[in-house]
T-cell receptor, first 113, second 112 residues
Framework: KQEVTQIPAALSVPEGENLVLNCSFT??????LQWFRQDPGKGLTSLLL?????REQTSGRLNASLDKSSGRSTLYIAASQPGDSATYLC????????????FGAGTILRVKS | NAGVMQNPRHLVRRRGQEARLRCSPM?????VYWYRQLPEEGLKFMVY????????ESGMPKERFSAEFPKEGPSILRIQQVVRGDSAAYFC??????????FGPGTRLTVT
């Protein structure tokens, strides 16, 4: 059974700290990996998409990497701010399962001011 | 370019009633996906549609649930004879190709 796992489940850091969120998937045959942010009671905001031919993507203070051989992706957030507090979701589009996204359970991030 | 639109944002139904959830994809997108987020659970895929075609419905419950994406108009997720266990947030996503999916704000269904 393919799974997407996110570690840690929750993280609390002081403002300004750099942090790393981890995502692992059991199937290395991956089309794409997408990172999302979800605020309480809200929808999902796409942060970064890494296609299978890419190794990383950057947007502002965010950097996401993809290592297909080890089945891992990381989301790096630099100089965290209280406004970064949210749930971060990793989702993999796996070849075996066509176009659907398989989501991890998420990492709940709290950045303290 | 408006994003993915879903309505209603909140829907309350009594047990046994029908729920209809609507999703308008982003302009130019022809792929629509429905996902469900149950309380305290992660997002789970339900169904993938293109115009007038169901491509993958492997995540749909076998009974009471149906989805369509007609040639004209929004995609509809229909739940017949709702039960309390159907209470969840239902998200629609769209894409222009098989790549990045853009999500709507969701419909929060409460069954009383």
């Amino acid at each position: 059974k393919q799974e997407v796992t996110q570690i840690p489940a929750a993280l609390s850091v002081p403002e300004g700290e750099n942090l790393v969120l981890n995502c692992s998937f059991t199937d290395s045959a991956i089309y794409n990996l997408q990172w999302f942010r979800q605020d309480p009671g809200k929808g999902l905001t796409s942060l970064l998409l890494i296609q299978s031919s890419q190794r990383e993507q950057t947007s502002g203070r965010l950097n996401a990497s993809l290592d297909k051989s080890s089945g891992r992706s990381t989301l790096y957030i630099a100089a965290s701010q209280p406004g970064d507090s949210a749930t971060y979701l990793c989702a993999a589009e796996l070849m075996e399962y066509g176009n659907k996204l398989v989501f991890g359970a998420g990492t709940i991030l709290r950045v303290k001011s | 370019n408006a994003g993915v639109m879903q309505n209603p944002r909140h829907l309350v139904r009594r047990r046994g009633q029908e729920a209809r959830l609507r999703c308008s994809p982003m302009k130019g997108h022809s792929h629509v996906y429905w996902y469900r987020q149950l309380p305290e659970e992660g997002l789970k895929f339900m169904v993938y549609l293109q115009k007038e075609n169901i491509i993958d419905e492997s995540g749909m419950p076998k009974e009471r649930f149906s989805a369509e994406f007609p040639k004209e108009g929004p995609s509809i997720l229909r739940i017949q004879q709702v039960v309390r266990g159907d209470s969840a947030a239902y998200f629609c996503a769209s894409s222009g190709t098989a790549y990045e999916q853009y999500f709507g704000p969701g419909t929060r269904l409460t069954v009383t």
